[in-house]
């Protein structure tokens, strides 16, 4: 095996074995730092998937441009003619390095701070198993081995939700409230994967073969399969997403999950359906990408504009930035649907700095929680008076996710209104104005939180709080807060990587 083949190999089984031994040791700490060692590992092995030869040539023949830089093609089920067929390229790099990185955030913070309902030990095992699969997601080069590791993560974070998490807001019972939500992400995401799996079943049926690559550019499918096989596979993949009107499980999933569970929801889970739907439906599908088109627009500026006026009207923090995520995956899916080099390198950078900042804000809004047992606005104001720090914090973290210019925020959102007004036509310049519209929109929802929370006479809730802030708050944290600057300033650390995968892509898109 090659070292980069030993790395892909490696991504998946250090946190594989880091679960197992979490769960496994007797001493509740002692499984929560070998769980944390293990993610660490985890993102080492994914950083230096970047080395060696990451040279663009063919090696399917009739597929220009997609080769991983590294990959690993062995079999897996010879009687079906399935493969273990693993590859990185620039489109799943940085997604694979955000989520190593907020995993072992999250599990670095676990040692910290462990969520009433059970061992710290088993929620970082859980942790590290949802981190299998939305890896495995993102380097899965078989159709199959894609919806599998696309189903891993279900039971895990169900788990997480229904036994670590919390009530959304005052007089609820945490229990009930914790199971309901639990329930409805199962229940819809158990919805998504039948339409994937019947989707993944009409494709391989009528190619002869699950291997991605083969089948980026749709030759081996008719006209007619490829509508079908994209409409069923973009369904799947907007409820993961989530597109409006199939996101109402986001909000109750975010706002009762623990604090580690809902930075890993919003930071990368949510990005394996539009990865999925940029390397799956749109690569393998790209007939049905362009007959959709107009369609997935028109409903992506649905739910920039729905996201953001649901957010105007909240009034409990969690909520608020569960809801937010609603309009931000609203602009990636936009960039997305515009078929284009600009537009699908505007969702790319979207993905990457959603997971970035809104990670950021769900630690943050935990924080909050747990320093003044509540998260509604109107208990929090005058925020930063008692605690100018987390204030302070919590204002970069909105500004960064309303777009200001100089932060990672800024390049998706703007770009994504670009691409469309590209495209040109009535339909594609409407839909960039009313996606322009949203983002003042964005704003105003982002000012409102601060103005309520960090301005104002100090409440009840947070007169008493202590102005400092913990060791392990400032190790968690401050990543997320480089990384929000250093996107925003040097955007070519996630395009760079992408530009050649997209421009290959597109050659198939748009032959």
Same mark, same amino acid.
């Given at each position: 095996?090659?070292?980069?083949?030993?790395?892909?190999?490696?991504?998946?089984?250090?946190?594989?074995?880091?679960?197992?031994?979490?769960?496994?040791?007797?001493?509740?700490?002692?499984?929560?730092?070998?769980?944390?060692?293990?993610?660490?590992?985890?993102?080492?092995?994914?950083?230096?998937?970047?080395?060696?030869?990451?040279?663009?040539?063919?090696?399917?023949?009739?597929?220009?441009?997609?080769?991983?830089?590294?990959?690993?093609?062995?079999?897996?089920?010879?009687?079906?003619?399935?493969?273990?067929?693993?590859?990185?390229?620039?489109?799943? =790099?940085?997604?694979?390095?955000?989520?190593?990185?907020?995993?072992?955030?999250?599990?670095? =913070?676990?040692?910290?701070?462990?969520?009433?309902?059970?061992?710290?030990?088993?929620?970082?095992?859980?942790?590290?198993?949802?981190?299998?699969?939305?890896?495995?997601?993102?380097?899965?080069?078989?159709?199959?081995?894609?919806?599998?590791?696309?189903?891993?993560?279900?039971?895990?974070?169900?788990?997480?939700?229904?036994?670590?998490?919390?009530?959304?807001?005052?007089?609820?019972?945490?229990?009930?409230?914790?199971?309901?939500?639990?329930?409805?992400?199962?229940? =819809?995401?158990?919805?998504?994967?039948?339409?994937?799996?019947?989707?993944? =079943?009409?494709?391989?049926?009528?190619?002869?073969?699950?291997?991605?690559?083969?089948?980026?550019?749709?030759?081996?499918?008719?006209?007619?399969?490829?509508?079908?096989?994209?409409?069923?596979?973009?369904?799947?993949?907007?409820?993961?997403?989530?597109?409006?009107?199939?996101?109402?499980?986001?909000?109750?999933?975010?706002?009762?999950?623990?604090?580690?569970?809902?930075?890993?929801?919003?930071?990368?889970?949510?990005?394996?359906?539009?990865?999925?739907?940029?390397?799956?439906?749109?690569?393998?599908?790209?007939?049905?990408?362009?007959?959709?088109?107009?369609?997935?627009?028109?409903?992506?500026?649905?739910?920039?504009?729905?996201?953001?006026?649901?957010?105007?009207?909240?009034?409990?923090?969690?909520?608020?930035?569960?809801?937010?995520?609603?309009?931000?995956?609203?602009?990636?899916?936009?960039?997305?649907?515009?078929?284009?080099?600009?537009?699908?390198?505007?969702?790319?950078?979207?993905?990457?700095?959603?997971?970035?900042?809104?990670?950021?804000?769900?630690?943050?809004?935990?924080?909050?929680?747990?320093?003044?047992?509540?998260?509604?606005?109107?208990?929090?104001?005058?925020?930063?008076?008692?605690?100018?720090?987390?204030?302070?914090?919590?204002?970069?973290?909105?500004?960064?996710?309303?777009?200001?210019?100089?932060?990672?925020?800024?390049?998706?959102?703007?770009?994504?209104?670009?691409?469309?007004?590209?495209?040109?036509?009535?339909?594609?310049?409407?839909?960039?104005?009313?996606?322009?519209?949203?983002?003042?929109?964005?704003?105003?929802?982002?000012?409102?939180?601060?103005?309520?929370?960090?301005?104002?006479?100090?409440?009840?809730?947070?007169?008493?709080?202590?102005?400092?802030?913990?060791?392990?708050?400032?190790?968690?944290?401050?990543?997320?807060?480089?990384?929000?600057?250093?996107?925003?300033?040097?955007?070519?650390?996630?395009?760079?990587?992408?530009?050649?995968?997209?421009?290959?892509?597109?050659?198939?898109?748009?032959?």
């Amino acid at each position: 095996m090659t070292a980069g083949q030993v790395l892909l190999v490696a991504v998946l089984a250090l946190p594989a074995f880091g679960a197992v031994l979490a769960a496994a040791l007797p001493g509740d700490r002692a499984g929560r730092l070998a769980g944390t060692a293990a993610a660490a590992l985890t993102l080492v092995a994914a950083a230096l998937l970047a080395t060696g030869d990451r040279t663009w040539t063919a090696y399917t023949a009739g597929t220009p441009g997609v080769l991983p830089w590294h990959r690993l093609d062995v079999p897996w089920v010879p009687a079906l003619d399935l493969r273990f067929h693993l590859g990185v390229d620039g489109i799943s =790099y940085p997604l694979v390095v955000l989520t190593a990185l907020l995993t072992l955030l999250c599990c670095g =913070y676990s040692l910290w701070r462990v969520p009433d309902g059970g061992r710290g030990s088993v929620l970082v095992a859980l942790l590290l198993v949802i981190e299998v699969g939305i890896l495995g997601t993102f380097l899965a080069l078989d159709l199959v081995l894609f919806f599998l590791f696309f189903e891993v993560v279900l039971l895990p974070m169900y788990a997480v939700i229904a036994g670590w998490g919390g009530a959304g807001g005052s007089g609820e019972d945490p229990g009930a409230a914790r199971r309901a939500a639990a329930r409805k992400f199962a229940l =819809y995401t158990l919805a998504g994967s039948v339409l994937l799996l019947v989707g993944v =079943y009409v494709v391989v049926s009528a190619a002869g073969t699950a291997d991605i690559v083969a089948l980026t550019g749709g030759s081996e499918l008719s006209r007619g399969t490829q509508l079908a096989a994209f409409t069923l596979l973009g369904l799947a993949f907007a409820v993961k997403s989530p597109l409006w009107p199939l996101h109402s499980w986001l909000p109750d999933a975010h706002t009762r999950a623990p604090t580690v569970g809902s930075v890993i929801l919003a930071g990368v889970l949510l990005k394996m359906g539009t990865y999925g739907l940029v390397r799956v439906a749109v690569g393998v599908a790209p007939e049905g990408a362009r007959w959709a088109a107009p369609v997935l627009g028109v409903l992506a500026v649905a739910a920039i504009l729905v996201g953001s006026l649901v957010c105007l009207a909240q009034d409990e923090l969690k909520r608020l930035i569960a809801y937010s995520s609603v309009g931000h995956m609203g602009f990636v899916l936009l960039g997305i649907a515009t078929l284009t080099a600009t537009g699908i390198q505007a969702a790319l950078i979207g993905n990457v700095a959603h997971g970035v900042i809104t990670g950021l804000l769900f630690f943050l809004a935990g924080a909050v929680k747990d320093r003044a047992h509540t998260g509604e606005l109107a208990d929090l104001s005058g925020l930063r008076e008692t605690a100018p720090r987390l204030a302070g914090l919590l204002a970069f973290a909105a500004v960064a996710s309303l777009g200001l210019p100089g932060l990672a925020g800024f390049w998706g959102e703007a770009f994504a209104v670009v691409a469309a007004v590209e495209v040109g036509g009535t339909l594609w310049v409407t839909l960039g104005v009313l996606a322009a519209v949203g983002g003042a929109l964005t704003a105003a929802y982002l000012l409102r939180l601060l103005r309520r929370v960090t301005h104002g006479r100090p409440g009840p809730a947070v007169a008493g709080l202590s102005p400092g802030l913990a060791g392990a708050e400032l190790v968690a944290w401050a990543p997320l807060v480089l990384l929000a600057l250093a996107i925003g300033l040097v955007p070519t650390l996630v395009l760079g990587v992408a530009e050649a995968p997209v421009a290959a892509l597109l050659e198939v898109v748009h032959p």
